[in-house]
Structure formats: structure tokens, C-alpha cells
């Protein structure tokens, strides 16, 4: 769908027709001159050069109550600058382990030793160094034991209360105190993007789906996030389409969604007219140029077009509980000029072939910003948007989730701002642009996903096929008799979307995926069902035992006895650093398969453990609450509606 199939107009836009017109709410903008282009860009190059690096996108500064492994990582960069004061760069690596000796692990005495050895004599060898380091530590409440193993791992073993103590804490003060610490202020999510009068197709299904679970985790972490829909909603297919709306449509201004019905069976029309005579080419080329001069019918149509499309996404959007917010393609047609300028007084754009371009150096292919008719394209558009991205929002973090066909359109995107001194070289480094992609979805056949050969799937129909699906199978194990039409329904919902987002987000997403109903939908294995009916699970044992939860929080006591328990707890625990690198390397796979975990873990401790009617039942309902509270977080962060009766 980018560059070459989708372009983006012309010459550039006189903004004072846009302004007579308040139905187009985003052009309020006056066009930007040249000089406050200048101004704006280079306060941006000083704010370029003040940027910090990072190891993750985490602050480390502020406490992380609910980060064990930064806690670690705090102790032990403690005693490594006591065990080895001459080398104040080495870096903490901590890690969880899975090995019987410890729960985390410190693993750095061997690249250590190679950068102190002939330089201290204090130590023999790697295991030396492990010994120094394990002995240097502080005391401290949350570790229980330590050991030094192979050649010098130091391995941690947590202390049984203290994780017990800080789930309690947790279940009275939420949650939320567990949110990973993010130290960027604001972030852009460029997610969905559909185009109008085109198809939506599953490829922004998991753009819309990925995206807003980026979304929510940043969030979460409380960053300011802009959910921005950059809808493809300019180009030259306008024209065609103006055209032909008022030859189908005298009175154009009444028309509705109902009279168009479907648009992309329109677009196809309009499509045929379009290349079949040359007349109606004639005046669709025509039609764009008095679109782009700002003439008011042209602009009501193209508004008229545009909102049509627009409901229809929208549909998806309310299905999904997704929320976006549009500045569609045009809405940076004002600041071309100016960004292009810029550009060139930097000696940037260079001419080539009559079309204006940006070398990018180990790329064979130059950057197109202005084609050679002197229009725009997908790719100014991308620049002239990172560029409001970065100087009008203010985005520390700019992250943009399409294909991964796109993946070179954006790597060209982001060294041309590099180039420019928009972004820092170094990735490591504030402001930050990440493309995102994902595979393919694909049908049973192994092919592109489809419904029938030849069509497109509908996403709305897709979306109520798995709803439809979910009900029946709720209806077969006779809930139509327990609950009422609108649980019935909720539930059917719940279960339905929330299965293709995690049937999309469970698999790392650059893998292409098998989009299979009977797979997704099922209640055994690794699916949103599965964890649905965990979760509810978790909440009847909790109702069975008919003591007031909330009250326990305050006057029960934690303890994790049993090793499932202790197992459970530690891995409750791990809750916090595992949104973060979900979060940090944009990866939502990750918390995916925490939560698939978390119900393994509970699973195991309740076949183990006695909850109800046992002696230990007070600190095993705290459990069981805890788990039922984490695994809502998960299901929130991925988008996913929980269900509380099964
Ligand atoms: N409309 C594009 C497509 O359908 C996706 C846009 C993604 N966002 C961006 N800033 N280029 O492929």
C-alpha cells in the first residue's frame, strides 16, 4: 500500500482556501513560513544534541518498587563499584534464571575479568571475581541466600517474605504501583492507518491491534501517548473519486453511507470509469487539481468521501475498543514547503532525474521528497510528519506499526531525519523513531488470509464471525438458561475479539500467522479462552470461599509456604520488569506469554495447594486475588476484556 501505489499530491498548498471552510477543523493551521520552520528546527538540533543515552528506556533513578530486577541490579552495581572501583563503567547484568541454584542471576564476572586481569593482581581468576562480588553486596531484606557458580555466576536466591510482603503491599495499594518507570515524556503511536475508500484489510487489523497494546503499556507506564491514526486520505485517486460521485450523485451533499453503500465497491467502479475513458480521466486529473486549489465543492466532496470511510473504520475501531485520534496524510500538506526548504538549505535534497532526493548512504535508492511532477509522496508525507512529530508534539519516542514491507520505506525516513540532525545518530538515544512490522496473516492454505478466493475479508464481518462463534459455543454449554441476553452477549464479545487480538499478539510479530477460528477459539492450549476461563476461575474460587476479599487485604497475611506457592509469587513479581521489556523492545509477545505462564504457575499451585477449607486459606485467597489482579492487568494492557463467570 505505500509509495509507488499510493501518492500523495502536487504542488504545494495555498492553505487559504482552508481556512474559509470549518468543516476541515485540521487545516486550521496557517501554512508555516519558512523562517519559523527554521527557528523550530534548529531549537530542535539543540534539543538533539542534549539528548541522553540509555541502556533501556527505563529511569533507573526513581524507585522501581515493583522491578525486581532493577532492585538486584541496584545491589549489585553497589558492590561492583566496591570490588572493582577502577572500572566505573561496567554495567549490572541481571537476569532471571531458571536454574535450580537461584532465582536471578549476575553473570558478568567473566567479561570482567577479561578487562581486569594484569591490572589487579587482588584477583585469580573469574570465580575470584564472582566471590569479591557476591561478598561485596549490601545486606538487604529481599535476598535470601546467595552462591557463586561455574565461572563466577553469582545466583540469587530471593527471600520467601519478602516477596510475600510486597504482593501484599501490591494488593492494597494496586497495581498500578508495579507500572514500569519510563523516563520519556511523550510518545507518538502511529498505528491502524487505513486509507480511505480503499480496503481495511488485516494488515491493519494487527496494526490496530498491535498498536494500541504499544499504546496501552506506554501508557501504563505513563507516558503521554498520541494515538495517531494517519489515515491515507490524499492522493490523486480523488479525483477519480470526486468525479464520480458527482456524476452518480448530482446533489452530492445528501449523499450518505447508505446511498454509496459499499465504498471500495465504488472506488472499483470509479476505478474502471477512470481508466476505461479517457473524458472522465481528463476531468479526475482535473477535478485534483481544483481539489488541491482549495475549491469548495471539491473539498465537500472530498470531506463527504472522507467521512464515509471514516464511519466504517470506525465500526472496527468500536468493535476493538480501540481509541485513535486522526490527522490523516493531508493534514500535513501545509508544512511541505517549509520542511522541504529546510531540507534543501541544509544541502540535503539534491535534484535527480527532475525529481527531488535524499541520498541515504548504503541504500542504492534515493529518498524521493518531491516527485517530478512536483508533487508529493508517501514519503515526504512520512518526513513532513516526523518532522511535526518532533517539533510541534514534542515526542521523545515516535513509533509507527505497519508491514514489515515497509521496513526499508521507514529506515529511509528515519536516516534522512538523522541526516538532518532531527534525530541522534546513536539508537540508544532521545528522540527515537521505531518502525514496528509485522508478518503476514495467513489462511489455512498457507496463502494470504482471505474469506473466499477471490474477495477480500470484510473486517467487521470478520470480527462478528468470532463473536457469532464464541456465542454459539457459550449457548451449547447452556448459558442462555444461567445468564441474561446482555452477559450472554458481553461475555460472547469478550471472548470473541479478545481471541483474534491475542491469537495476533501471542506470536512474535514478525512471524506471519494462521488465522484459524476453531485454533483461536478453543479453551485448551495457549488462547484467550483459555486464559478467560483461568481468570474466571480464579474469581469463583474466590466468591466460593465467601469471605470479603477486600477485607482480608487488610487484616489476612501473606505467606508463600509451599514451593508452588513461592513459585507463583515470584512470578506474580516478575510482572512489572516483564511490561518493561514488552514495552521497551515493542514486543507484546512478551507479556503474552508472562500471562500464559502466570496461569501455568497458578494452575499447578492450586492442584497442589488446598485453598478454600484449608488452614492456610486466608493467605491462599491473597494468592489466588493477587493472580486474579495481575492477570486483569495483562488482559487490560493487551486489550483484552476479562471475564469474571464462565
Ligand atoms: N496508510 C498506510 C498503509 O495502508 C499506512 C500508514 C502508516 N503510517 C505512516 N506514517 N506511514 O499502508
Known amino acids: 500500500m505505500i509509495g509507488s501505489s499510493f501518492t500523495i499530491l502536487l504542488a504545494p498548498v495555498s492553505p487559504s482556501p482552508f481556512l474559509s471552510f470549518n468543516r476541515l477543523s485540521h487545516f486550521h493551521h496557517s501554512a508555516v513560513s519558512t523562517s519559523d520552520l527554521f527557528r523550530a528546527t534548529s531549537k530542535r538540533l539543540a534539543l538533539a544534541t542534549k539528548t541522553q543515552s540509555i541502556s533501556t528506556m527505563a529511569n533507573t533513578n526513581e524507585e522501581n518498587c515493583g522491578n525486581l530486577k532493577k532492585q538486584l541490579a541496584k545491589l549489585f552495581e553497589a558492590s561492583l563499584r566496591e570490588t572493582v572501583p577502577s572500572e566505573p563503567d561496567v554495567e549490572p547484568l541481571v537476569a532471571a534464571c531458571t536454574a535450580k541454584f537461584g532465582d536471578y542471576q549476575c553473570n558478568y564476572a567473566m567479561s570482567l575479568w577479561s578487562k581486569i586481569k594484569g591490572k589487579n593482581s587482588e584477583f585469580k581468576g573469574p570465580p575470584a571475581v564472582g566471590q569479591a562480588v557476591m561478598r561485596n553486596l549490601p545486606p538487604s531484606e529481599m535476598i535470601e541466600s546467595c552462591s557463586v557458580a561455574g565461572p563466577g555466576f553469582v545466583n540469587i536466591v530471593l ?108 472506488y472499483k467502479a470509479s476505478k474502471q470509469r477512470f481508466d476505461a475513458e479517457s473524458a472522465f480521466k481528463e476531468r479526475a486529473q482535473k477535478a485534483v487539481v481544483r481539489l488541491k486549489g482549495g475549491e469548495p465543492k471539491y473539498r465537500q466532496a472530498w470531506v463527504k468521501i472522507c467521512d464515509i470511510s471514516r464511519k466504517e473504520f470506525d465500526k472496527v475501531y468500536q468493535c476493538l475498543g480501540v481509541h485513535l485520534e486522526e490527522k490523516g496524510e493531508s493534514f500535513y500538506n501545509p508544512f511541505f514547503p517549509g520542511v522541504i526548504e529546510a531540507l534543501s538549505n541544509q544541502g540535503l535534497v539534491q535534484e535527480s532525474e527532475g525529481a527531488r532526493v535524499i541520498f541515504i548512504e548504503g541504500i542504492n535508492i534515493p529518498l524521493i521528497v518531491v516527485k517530478s511532477d512536483g508533487g508529493y509522496n508517501y514519503a515526504s508525507t512520512d518526513l513532513t510528519a516526523l518532522w511535526y512529530r518532533l517539533n510541534e508534539e514534542k515526542a521523545e519516542r515516535i513509533i509507527y506499526v505497519t508491514d514489515v514491507g515497509q521496513q526499508q520505506h521507514f529506515d529511509m525516513v528515519f536516516k534522512a531525519a538523522k541526516r538532518a540532525g532531527w534525530l541522534p545518530a546513536g539508537d540508544r538515544m532521545f528522540p527515537k523513531a521505531s518502525h514496528v512490522g509485522f508478518g503476514l496473516v495467513l489462511g489455512d492454505d498457507g496463502k494470504r488470509f482471505r474469506t473466499r478466493a477471490t474477495e477480500v475479508v470484510r473486517l467487521v464481518d470478520l470480527l462478528d464471525e468470532a463473536k457469532t462463534r464464541s456465542k454459539a459455543a457459550l449457548v451449547e454449554r447452556g448459558k442462555t438458561e444461567e445468564w441474561t441476553e446482555e452477559e450472554l452477549e458481553q461475555t460472547a464479545e469478550a471472548i470473541g475479539y479478545g481471541a483474534i487480538k491475542y491469537a495476533d499478539l501471542k506470536n512474535n510479530r514478525l512471524t506471519n500467522y494462521t488465522f484459524n477460528y476453531d485454533q483461536m477459539l478453543n479453551d485448551k492450549g495457549n488462547t484467550a479462552v483459555y486464559l478467560l476461563y483461568a481468570h474466571a476461575r480464579i474469581c469463583s474460587i474466590i466468591k466460593k470461599s465467601g469471605k470479603d476479599i477486600e477485607e482480608l487485604k487488610k487484616t489476612g497475611v501473606l505467606a508463600l509456604g509451599h514451593p508452588d506457592e513461592r513459585a507463583l509469587g515470584l512470578h506474580l513479581l516478575q510482572f512489572a520488569e516483564t511490561v518493561e521489556e514488552a514495552c521497551t523492545n515493542l514486543l507484546p509477545n512478551v507479556l503474552c506469554e508472562y500471562l500464559y505462564n502466570l496461569s501455568e504457575y497458578f494452575t499447578k499451585f492450586y492442584s497442589n495447594c488446598q485453598v478454600v477449607g484449608s488452614a492456610e486459606e486466608t493467605s491462599r485467597l491473597l494468592l489466588c486475588e493477587a493472580t486474579a489482579v495481575v492477570m486483569r492487568k495483562c488482559f487490560f494492557l493487551l486489550g483484552i476484556v476479562p471475564v469474571y463467570k464462565i
Open 159 to 266: 527471600s520467601k517474605s519478602w516477596l510475600a510482603e510486597k504482593i501484599q503491599k501490591m494488593l492494597v495499594a494496586g497495581i498500578d504501583t508495579w507500572a514500569p518507570k519510563i523516563s520519556v515524556k511523550r510518545a507518538v503511536v502511529d498505528f491502524s492507518s487505513p486509507n480511505i475508500a480503499k480496503e481495511m484489510h488485516v494488515g491493519h487489523l494487527r496494526s490496530t491491534i498491535i498498536g494500541d497494546t504499544l499504546a496501552r503499556m506506554l501508557e501504563f507506564s505513563k507516558v503521554d501517548v498520541l494515538r495517531r491514526n494517519h489515515v491515507g486520505d490524499w492522493g490523486t485517486q480523488f479525483g477519480m473519486l470526486i468525479e464520480f460521485l458527482f456524476e452518480k450523485f448530482p446533489n452530492f451533499e445528501d449523499v450518505n453511507e447508505r446511498a454509496i453503500g459499499d465504498l471500495q465497491a465504488f
